[in-house]
């Protein structure tokens, strides 16, 4: 089972493409419109027996331990007031052999409607937390469009 949590960018674009993967998915997201709509659209495309969703506070994945062998982040970590805390919980969260991707963006890029830059998390930094949290082997991807990367972190 996967975990995706995407606030504000896309609601659900990733849990559906995996689901279409026949993965099972947890959509977690702060507000409930988007739950709403996730569940909506499940609902029309024949998901709903693998896309379920959680309402999240913005200092835990609410999951529990051992739940899911994966978790995507999109847009979501400069939100995070204690990101270590959420690490932390989040590598509980994971099963063993588990990976966790995130999505940002760039700090040193400013364009269009992106997050201010003081809000931008560096992949050097993310890599940092996860490690201190247990997270180990660590790849990292700055070529992508949209001033974005991804890190992939494995417990």
Do not use: W
């Not at 913005?58 to 739940?67: A, V």
């Not at 690490?87 to 940002?104: P, T």
């Not at 997270?135 to 469009?145: A, D, I, K, S, Y």
């Amino acid at each position: 089972m996967a975990a995706t949590a995407s606030p504000a960018t896309l609601p659900g674009h990733f849990t559906f493409e995996l689901a279409e993967q026949h993965a099972r998915v947890i959509y977690a997201d702060l507000d409930q419109s988007y739950l709403d709509f996730i569940i909506k659209t499940s609902r029309s495309l024949g998901m709903e027996a693998r896309v379920a969703t959680r309402l999240v506070a913005d200092d835990s994945p609410r999951l529990e331990e051992q739940e899911v062998d994966g978790v995507l982040l999109v847009d979501t970590c400069h939100h995070m007031d204690n990101s270590i805390e959420y690490f932390r919980k989040l590598h509980r969260n994971l099963k063993e052999d588990g990976e966790s991707m995130i999505l940002e963006y760039l700090s040193h890029m400013c364009t269009g409607d992106l997050p201010p830059v003081e809000l931008r998390v560096p992949s050097d930094t993310m890599v940092e937390e996860l490690r201190e949290v247990g997270f180990t082997r660590f790849e990292v991807n700055r070529q992508l469009p949209d001033y974005q990367y991804v890190l992939i972190a494995e417990t």
